[in-house]
């Protein structure tokens, strides 16, 4: 079966095109991005505007058009917290239905934890214990923790780069008192969640999914995305500390020319260091994990285990 995930982030729009049936691993076949960046249009009453909503129509109409090329037989499509989070996310997913035919699911921060943490499951297997999940997108850190597939514990924090960004840090390089004044926020907010997971003992394997901290990792010397999904990558609080103050020093240009930095990117990527920084801390992480898989593998995991059999 040929599925089409259709991911409404806070960052991108990203259609995955998988070949995929119960019981074996999706098989990715086309990928479409197109950089919308919702969490950047909400007006000061947290409203998607017009021009967010028509561009934000425009761009599933091309994903359609790709999926179709593509020869896609369903269609997953699924928002997160820009939609999720916006004042009048009823009239955008409505207006999306209306004008491309499109069902936008909007997830819940604790339903994109656990389908997360799903994906990650299923890429490590049992043999990893208990896991500790860390995804940070462009609105929103989710955390998730258990030894099954279903995570013990998951929760969604407002501590997405993007949002970030955009809220806390308004110069090129930034300023230092901003810099401090962010990473204390991050550090309040992530501390309030702690006690949840760590009553539970401390886990096995800990893991993060997302472009944030493929990209950290990258930088910290990681091997290159081109060299395939089964190299194994890891990304050390030691090494994270060490490029904080760096990229706090650096405009957004200089961070683009870092390795596996995009330039659409590269503004967010000293607020995400922060979230992870705050969290492999916080949480007693020394070293962690980067999986291939994450929410959009989840969607189609979950969906394919509701299929019937036969």
Request: with cysteine; net charge negative; proline share 5%.
């Amino acid at each position: 079966m040929r599925l089409g995930v259709l991911d409404v982030g806070s960052n991108t729009v990203h259609l995955l095109v998988v070949d995929a049936h119960a019981g074996a691993a999706p098989l990715p076949a086309h990928s479409h991005k197109a950089e919308l960046r919702l969490a950047e249009l909400l007006d000061e009453d947290g409203a998607i505007g017009p021009e967010g909503i028509d561009r934000l129509v425009a761009t599933i109409g091309e994903a359609l058009l790709a999926a179709e090329d593509k020869g896609v037989q369903e269609l997953l499509p699924f928002a997160t917290s820009a939609v999720r989070e916006a004042s009048n996310a009823d009239l955008v997913t409505a207006r999306v239905r209306a004008e491309t035919g499109v069902d936008l699911g909007v997830l819940s921060g604790e339903e994109e934890a656990r389908l997360t943490f799903l994906a990650a499951r299923r890429w490590y297997g049992w043999s990893a214990g208990k896991l500790l999940l860390l995804d940070i997108g462009g609105g929103s850190l989710e955390v998730a923790y258990g030894i099954d597939e279903e995570p013990d514990a998951a929760v969604s924090l407002p501590l997405g780069a993007g949002r970030l960004t955009a809220g806390w840090l308004p110069g090129d390089p930034p300023d230092p008192s901003d810099v401090r004044a962010l990473r204390r926020h991050v550090r309040a907010q992530i501390a309030g969640t702690v006690g949840e997971f760590t009553r539970s003992g401390r886990p096995d394997h800990v893991v993060a999914t997302s472009k944030t901290f493929k990209q950290l990792a990258r930088i910290a010397g990681a091997a290159r995305s081109s060299e395939g999904a089964y190299v194994q990558r890891t990304l050390s609080r030691a090494s994270l500390e060490e490029w904080v103050p760096k990229l706090a020093a650096m405009t957004s240009e200089q961070r683009a020319t870092l390795p596996g930095v995009s330039v659409g990117r590269a503004p967010q990527l000293l607020a995400g260091a922060l979230v992870a920084e705050g969290a492999m801390d916080l949480f007693a992480v020394d070293e962690l994990e980067v999986c291939p898989w994450a929410l959009r593998e989840g969607v189609i995991l979950r969906h394919l285990d509701h299929l019937p059999v036969g």
